[in-house]
Nanobody
Framework: QVQLVESGGGLVQAGGSLRLSCAAS????????MGWYRQAPGKQREMVAR???????NYADSVKGRFTISRDGAKNTVYLQMNSLKPEDTAVYYC?????????WGQGTQVTVSS
């Protein structure tokens, strides 16, 4: 049974930083590419960062240079370090497999950036 548990969100001022974590279980973590996705109110869910099992990373243009994705295979955990946050980064953040997400999505973690 796939379980994805996101944490680390919160309220931060513009220019601040947050580090999100995603603990995964029930999947073969070591061979799956994983991604961080976000969904803002009234908008579709979008991928913001992804990392392959080999450690290659890719980012959406909107977060490039500000966000860093990483993974710890021993802990089955994926991280998203978010720096220089902007109000437009406000969203619920989720992790899931990339490019084909599992049907199950975790509860996500809310990130709110005030101006």
């Amino acid at each position: 049974q796939v379980q994805l548990v996101e944490s680390g969100g919160g309220l931060v001022q513009a220019g601040g930083s947050l580090r999100l974590s995603c603990a995964a279980s029930g999947i073969i973590f070591s061979i799956n590419a994983m991604g961080w996705y976000r969904q803002a109110p009234g908008k579709q869910r979008e991928m913001v960062a992804r990392i392959t099992f080999g450690g290659s990373t890719n980012y959406a243009d909107s977060v490039k240079g500000r966000f860093t994705i990483s993974r710890d295979g021993a802990k089955n955990t994926v991280y998203l370090q978010m720096n220089s946050l902007k109000p437009e980064d406000t969203a619920v953040y989720y992790c899931n497999r990339y490019p084909t997400p599992y049907p199950y999505w975790g509860q996500g973690t809310q990130v709110t950036v005030s101006s």
